[in-house]
């Protein structure tokens, strides 16, 4: 068997999605995600300049071979371009030698180690009645652990409450992202917001009772002091994880954290490799591993850093926005239901849109996610609609405080 066409398709029904399709001369064919938010087109072009030409005539069975010759053969390693592109490879052949031999991707992971995934979805709102509301609705839709964010007095528009893109008219798939030649400036106080989050907290507490899994989000934007007294004040509150309290390229500030607060820690949904949770999961830093199949490599790497976290009783935690496309969102929950580490998917449904272009078998019912029994990874690409939605520029927002100063987003 080998591999005679490797195609980039760029769609964007409610947002923007880059996929590779595989077609060996079988005429098996395989989806990978390669989708990076605000940087799509970069990872199209490095597939179909550098890539697409070295998958012709190569085997399709050798993921780990393709793998390894992909990441070092470019000699420059790494980075979430590269990581992307080599992630939609492996993804594509992990579904092309499901289809071949006829069973789901976990199946090929060592089978199921459980009967669906739990999932979190995002409740937000500007003030403490919208997010109650919010939350309940997510208690209807069926999730099982619930992501709490909130916008702070003072601070105009504050990463994950979604009212305040739906106001604007400028919702992008339910996340943060928006359509434009430009990206849009938000404002951030690291101070009010950690004054005002330990209230919200008790709030939900108080309406929703000690049970209920709350996550939250920090979007990377506290200093390492700042993060250990967020982790403290929110510890009566038990959440389930606080996530990227730190931009956690300097790792070392997570031992600072960690010497101050029992709140469990979740971090890595920028990391790319395996090797930027080596010292994290060794010194038992962190609880949950944030990955992505996109933008970690693929599910071959995904399935390393899980086995390596297992030895510390570290759980996954992967990252589902809906920037992570429903191939991608697949391939990672296949890695989840195989592995016996997994902690929580995260889960934000893509739009209807979205899914009429991706035909998935994917199910979320009672608050619990499955992949599905097709062969493969259970998502066709559906050409005709994908080409109807061109590509239309769109970046994240970023972030200033109020003098002007950049500040992580
Ligand atoms: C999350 C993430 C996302 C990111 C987004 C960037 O926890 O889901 O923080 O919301 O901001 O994926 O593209
Ligand atoms: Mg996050």
Redesign the pocket.
């Known amino acids: 068997m080998k591999i005679i066409a490797a195609d980039v398709i760029v769609t964007s029904p409610s947002r923007n999605f880059v996929t590779l399709k595989i077609t060996t001369n079988d005429g098996v064919t395989g989806l990978g995600d390669a989708t990076l ?1 605000g940087r799509e087109l970069a990872v199209a072009a490095y597939l179909r300049e550098h890539i697409v030409p070295l998958l012709l005539d190569r085997d399709p069975h050798r993921i780990e071979d393709t793998w390894q010759f992909l990441y070092r053969s470019a000699y420059w390693r790494r980075g979430s371009v590269t990581m992307a592109a080599i992630a939609a490879v492996d993804m594509a052949l992990w579904d092309i030698k499901g289809k071949v031999a006829g069973l789901p991707v976990y199946q090929l992971l060592g089978g199921a180690s459980r009967t669906g995934l739990a999932a979190y979805g995002h409740a937000s709102g500007r003030d403490i009645p919208e997010l109650f509301d919010s939350i309940k609705m997510h208690l209807e839709d069926g999730y099982t652990h619930i992501r709490v964010q909130t916008s702070i007095p003072g601070v105009r528009a504050v ?2 409450v979604a009212a305040q893109t739906q106001s604007s008219g400028e919702r992008y798939d339910y ?3 928006s359509r434009g030649a430009l990206p849009v400036e938000e404002d951030w106080d690291t101070r009010a917001y950690l004054r005002h989050l330990p209230g919200v907290f008790e709030a939900v507490r108080n309406e929703f009772g000690p049970t209920l899994p709350l996550l939250h ?1 920090g ?1 990377h934007r506290m200093t390492p002091i700042q993060a250990a007294k967020l982790g403290k004040s929110l510890e009566p509150f038990d959440l389930f994880w606080l ?2 309290c730190t931009p956690a390229e300097n790792q070392e500030a997570l031992r600072l954290v960690r010497q101050h607060t029992t709140t469990p820690l979740a971090i890595g ?1 920028v990391f790319n490799t395996v090797w930027d949770f080596q010292l994290l999961i060794r010194e038992q830093l962190i609880d949950y591993v944030r990955a992505a199949s996109t933008h970690f490599g693929g599910i071959s790497p995904l399935k390393k850093v899980m086995d390596y976290a297992a030895q510390y009783q570290i759980k996954s935690g992967f ?1 589902g ?1 809906t ?1 992570v496309s429903p191939v991608g969102l697949a391939a990672q929950a296949h890695v989840g239901l195989a592995i016996h580490n997994f902690g929580v998917q ?1 889960y934000m449904a893509h739009s209807d849109r979205t899914n009429s272009v991706f035909e998935q078998t994917m199910t979320f019912k009672d608050g619990s996610l499955h992949p599905g029994d097709a062969p493969g990874l259970g998502v066709e690409l559906n050409e005709e609609a994908a080409a109807a939605f061109p590509y239309q520029q769109a970046y ?1 927002p970023y972030n200033r405080l109020a003098d002007g100063t950049m500040h992580d987003w």
């Open positions: 938010n990463y994950g996340e943060p992202a989000d979007h996530e990227d949904e990252h926005p920037d995260e994240l």
